[in-house]
């Protein structure tokens, strides 16, 4: 008998814990921002503008180049995406390109992160945008991340799915 009521007990609490889970995935409206970035701006330098709590030492103007095109001032149409299901990254590149609009990169997410510096403490926030690939191949992309009420500048794998927690930076092409 007691076999049977372990067994209901746990049956329960696993309804319980999929049912919280099953409303957390919903899918959030998109928000829309805009942001100035300071192309010229070294990366060391904004990355110090961020006043991160903590930030991966490879994230640097080595492995993070500016890109073709990314000179000057410009303000920035931005949509901060939150899928509601799991996505790969080339999906959601896939998604939102259909959408007119094209992964942040690394500079566009470091003006993001002066300029809306709370947000990341909500959810992790995604650029898909440029990438770097390590001495062992692995392809990492920029996360403005959280731990506690401490905001850090980290990489994440781009060839992981996001899963809803995650939050993913677009521009308006």
Known sequence: MRSFRS???AMLIAISILSTLSCSSKKDEPMYLSAVVNYDLPLSEAVEAGNYDWKDGNINSNNFPALLGEE?????????????????????????DNLGYRPATAREILAFGIQYPNLQKQFPIIALGQSWVDT??????????????NRGLDLFSFGRDWIVYYRLLFVCK
Not at 73 to 96: C, N, V
Not at 136 to 149: I, T, Y
Request: glycine share 10%; hydrophobic share 40%.
């Open 136 to 149: 062992d191949g692995f392809r990492w992309v920029l996360c403005l991340d959280r731990n506690g009420s």
């Open 7 to 9: 067994t209901l007990f």
């Open 72 to 96: 000057g001032q410009k303000k920035l149409d931005m949509a901060l995406i939150h899928f509601g299901y799991r996505i790969s990254s080339r999906d959601a590149i896939t998604e939102m």
